[in-house]
RNA sequence: CGGGGCGUAGCGCAGUCCGGUUAGCGCGCCUGCUUUGGGAGCAGGAGGUCCUGAGUUCAAAUCUCAGCGCCCCGACCA
């Protein structure tokens, strides 16, 4: 038999990793840090894909696609920007067994090469904006992985937009904190803060960087995405000019974002619980499973044959399958598609059939149900929308009992450590106060809030005035 | 880079300390029969550079030396 899943409570970082194995969602590859992305959770990535890039489009943006390559000259021309990623870059020295003239980096982010590009497209106002997005594999050399959350091969998608104007930029970075921030909510079913980093958690080269911040279920918390207002800082650097309605040159705007494969990982670790994996409907690539019963040959095909007739036409609503394999009894099938978080479950036996009903299993509440066969279908789709919002409540009334206000420094030491979870604590800005957390906590500043209402405090640490609280976690 | 662990069948492991028949076990896989409403049972079967290299020895999975790789826990990060 196969291995079972540790439970959360015994060790959680076990369970995370079994998990990803018993929904096979992906192994690790023959190459330190790397994965392979099984079918089963690549399809879970098209789901995100095709939610996000129907999003983005929607926003106005376009797909293009830019070279896994990136000259180091590149790389070295925003100063901030090589000194955040030169160490984590992979490097390649030769090529068609010759020493390159020019190292080539391996992208770990593509504005460089990017911006390189931007700088023949852009003359005038008119050109602008440019709204372009794309889906790629970048590489960074991290020192430790962990499947989905950090690889040092990854997939993910990163806009790169230029523009007129700095209100437009700081508009446009604002737009896709809230495309992330919805994506997360209604397609994930996983609840975020929203907001700024600090200056020493801003992305290398931005101007501001702006995070959605989730909580897993062991209380630590997830950066989902981020979104960076760069400035004018790339266009300076690859001198990215373009001249204004009064004919004069001015440097263009930029932002830049992103979400990853690391989104796999916060599904798993947001709703799964000690039997497997669980989905959210609208993320699950099949939403219900078949599992007709049947005691002799003879009746198999009178199952299998009622199971086609029930389900005929489903395939434009919905997907699903039906599981006629022949070699695995009922149980066996029950556990797998638990374990590979297959939201609904639809149970057909002979007792069904003659009461003319069939039992549905939901995957978030285990509970079961004698349905019916007429209507069955729009039943179904009902219940998975029910099932979506469940688990966004669920995970929504977890977040929330373990989030607290809290301004004694003792008190946050000690909970931090404790139960965890998410501190709002009054911070004076200094970036020495930050600092403290991080040493003596191993805490960060997830974010600034940006739409909260403003309060007078003192700061945590030192005592000195804030204007508002900070969330502040431990975080992956 | 520090700390720990591991490398023997597809997966999980025993055997290694104390060298000695034909290298085992569980799961999985194949064949057959019986089964099928919560991880089926029996019978038969296939499957191995014991991580690599060198050494010691009559004899190495086992001892010695060197190397390689991976995983887990920390510091760095999406």
């Known amino acids: 038999m196969a291995k079972e899943i540790t439970t959360r409570a015994a060790d959680y970082s076990q369970w995370y990793l079994d998990v990803v194995a018993a929904a096979d969602l992906a192994e690790h590859a023959a190459v330190k840090g790397c994965m392979v992305i099984k079918p089963t959770g690549y399809a879970i990535w098209e789901m995100i894909q095709g939610h996000l890039d129907k999003m983005f489009k929607a926003t106005g943006h376009v797909n293009a696609y830019f070279p896994l390559f990136i000259p180091e000259s ?13 160490p984590e870059c992979a490097v390649v020295t030769h090529g068609g067994g010759k020493k390159l003239d020019e190292p080539l980096v391996v992208r770990p982010t593509s504005e460089t090469i990017i911006w390189s590009a931007y700088k023949n497209w852009i003359q005038s106002y008119r050109d602008l904006p440019i709204l372009i ?10 020192m430790r992985t962990r499947l989905f959350l950090r690889t040092t091969e990854f997939l993910w998608q ?64 997830l950066q989902a995405g981020t979104s960076h207002n760069l400035g004018q800082n790339f266009a300076r650097a690859f001198d990215v000019t373009f001249q204004n309605e009064q004919g004069k040159l001015e440097l263009v705007y930029a932002t830049s974002w992103g979400v990853s494969t690391r989104l796999i990982g916060a ?45 005929s036409g489903w395939e434009e609503s919905i997907s699903f399958k039906i599981d006629d394999r022949d070699q695995y009894r009922p149980g066996y099938k029950f556990n797998e598609w638990e374990k590979k978080g297959v939201p609904l479950r639809i ?72 139960p965890g979870g998410f501190f709002w604590v009054h911070w004076c800005g200094s970036p020495d106060c930050e600092a403290r957390f991080q040493e003596e906590h191993k805490a960060t500043i997830r974010l600034v809030p940006i739409d909260e209402e403003k309060e007078e405090g003192a700061c945590i640490v030192c005592g000195g005035r804030s204007g508002q609280r900070v969330l502040v976690a431990k975080s992956y």
């Open 267 to 311: 599904l798993i670790m947001t709703h799964s619980d000690d039997k497997g994996l669980v989905l959210p409907p609208r993320l699950a690539p099949i939403k219900a499973v078949l599992v007709p019963i049947w005691k002799e040959d003879s009746e198999r095909e009178m199952m299998l044959a009622k199971a086609r007739a029930l389900t």
């Open 74 to 86: 590149f790389m070295k021309k925003e100063a901030e920007h090589v000194e955040g990623f030169a």
């Open 133 to 142: 997005n794309q889906w790629a594999n970048v590489v960074r050399w991290e």
């Open 158 to 221: 990163e806009g790169h937009t230029a523009h007129a104007t700095a209100e437009e930029a700081e508009e446009e970075t604002l737009k896709i904190l809230d495309v992330y921030r919805r994506f997360a909510e209604e397609y994930m079913a996983a609840p975020v803060f929203y907001g700024v980093k600090t200056e020493s958690q801003r992305f290398a080269g931005a101007l501001r960087t702006y995070c959605i911040e989730a909580m897993m279920q062991d209380r630590k918390a």
């Open 347 to 418: 149970e057909m036996g002979p007792k069904d059939v003659e009461a003319n009903q069939v039992v549905l299993v939901r995957r978030d509440t285990g509970e079961k149900i004698a349905v019916p066969q007429e209507n069955l279908l729009a039943r179904i789709e009902a219940l998975l929308e029910e099932m979506q919002h469940n688990l966004f409540v669920r995970a929504r009334a977890f977040r929330d009992a373990n989030t607290f206000h809290v301004d004694r420094y003792a008190e946050l030491a000690e909970q931090i450590e404790k």
